[in-house]
């Protein structure tokens, strides 16, 4: 799905192949795992986004050091990177990660939206717009953001994740609460916590239940 | 102030220290401006966590053998039970309010000692990727 929005470009072979291996293999977590599964399945005869060797390289390289905790060094190469390559949403998710982890809002705001102008469907920008939007309260447009997420990519876990955590802390729904771990625990295989908490949560449903039938 | 022995005294003085504070913040948490009475309510919460702390830290009997020391703390645990509970029910009060739109500092304190002592249900963060290694 997201592979559509660059049918303008198209990449030769390849190159394609590197993006596919790219995409699969160099996530860290669920939603990269499912940013690869999407990308295979929106292959064929479609059109693809033409990332430049240096491009892959520099953001690659950019990665790696965020991965290894070097946010300061990440940020400037994420920032010297999307001076040369702008229309790349992964970037700009970065730098709101880092922004967001140095607790100024304001800038990862800024960066994800910088991420949705340029894809308004990108799971991972969205994912981050829910968490800035129930940080500062507001449950419901977080409720949205992470809802559009899903809608877009049913495979990112991560935004089912959320909308459990969201659902039942912050909007007391543990029955939708329970739904979204359920979900995302299908997605994800084997999560203990959640299985806990998934557990916890049938027998609240449950008693809640049996609760509102007494009632009636 | 701390609890010393012999601890039924020095919990009758505690106590009604306690009581006095309680009737104040109670008053103000019926204040019924949203603000004063999240602050209030958690404030009431954290003079019960305080209070069963302190019973559990308090200055044990000097005459005891191990055995009769276990024996004592099991008894001390049931007496702060419901204190510890009195505290998780404020701060559940508060955090209850989230869903009515209210999650001001004291809602998010709130939350931050139910994740401390419930962590089970409540220390639940968001996720988020730790580096997002697609382009796009």
Redesign the interface.
Known sequence: MLLRRFSKLFLPVPALVLVLVLAGCASSGPTSTSAGSSAASGGGDEGMPVAPAAALTMFEQASAIMAAGDYLDAELRFKEFLLRYPAYPGAHVNLAIIHANNDNDEAARESVAAALAINPDYAPALNQKGMLLRRNGNFLEAEAAYLKAVTANPDYALAHYNLGVLNELYLQRLDVALQHFELYQGLVGDDKQVEKWIADLRRRVAANQRTANVAD | MKLTQPLADSMKLKRSLMEDVIEVYTDAADYGVAEVTTAATFRLGEVYQQFSSDLYDSERPAELDEAALGQYELLLEEQVFPFEEKAIDLYKAN??R??D?V?DEWVIKS?ERLAELMP???A?????????????
Request: aromatic letters at 18%; charged letters at 25%.
């Open positions: 955090a209850d989230a869903a739109g999650y939350f089970a249900r409540y639940k963060m968001e996720r988020s990727e730790n580096v997002v290694t697609a382009l796009f």
